[in-house]
Nanobody, 110 residues
Framework: QVQLVESGGGLVQPGGSLRLSCVAS????????MGWYRQAPGEQRELVAT??????RYADSVKGRFTISRDNAKNTVYLQMNSLKPEDTAVYYC?????WGQGTQVTVSS
């Protein structure tokens, strides 16, 4: 059983930055990828970024602004979000295989 706990969300002005963290507990293997997804009100959950070993993948909408990283020693995955836009407003979820965190709210508004 894997548990994922996200943190770091909040309210930020357009152009600002936030860093999300996701701490995983349980049987975590660094060989498997981890990822961040987001879901805005009335929208489907969508991929934001994934990291597998040292390979990363990003949604086109966040390329150049977001950076995903992973600390295997701490079982933690991060999402550094810069140049935030109002359309980035959503609940952000951490994912590992079939496990999901509870989500953390990110609101970008002036």
């Amino acid at each position: 059983q894997v548990q994922l706990v996200e943190s770091g969300g909040g309210l930020v002005q357009p152009g600002g930055s936030l860093r999300l963290s996701c701490v995983a507990s349980g049987n975590i293997f660094s060989a498997y990828g981890m990822g961040w997804y987001r879901q805005a009100p009335g929208e489907q959950r969508e991929l934001v970024a994934t990291i597998f070993s040292y390979m990363t993948r990003y949604a086109d909408s966040v390329k150049g602004r977001f950076t995903i990283s992973r600390d295997n020693a701490k079982n933690t995955v991060y999402l550094q979000m810069n140049s935030l836009k109002p359309e980035d407003t959503a609940v952000y979820y951490c994912n590992y295989r079939i496990s999901w965190g509870q989500g953390t709210q990110v609101t970008v508004s002036s």
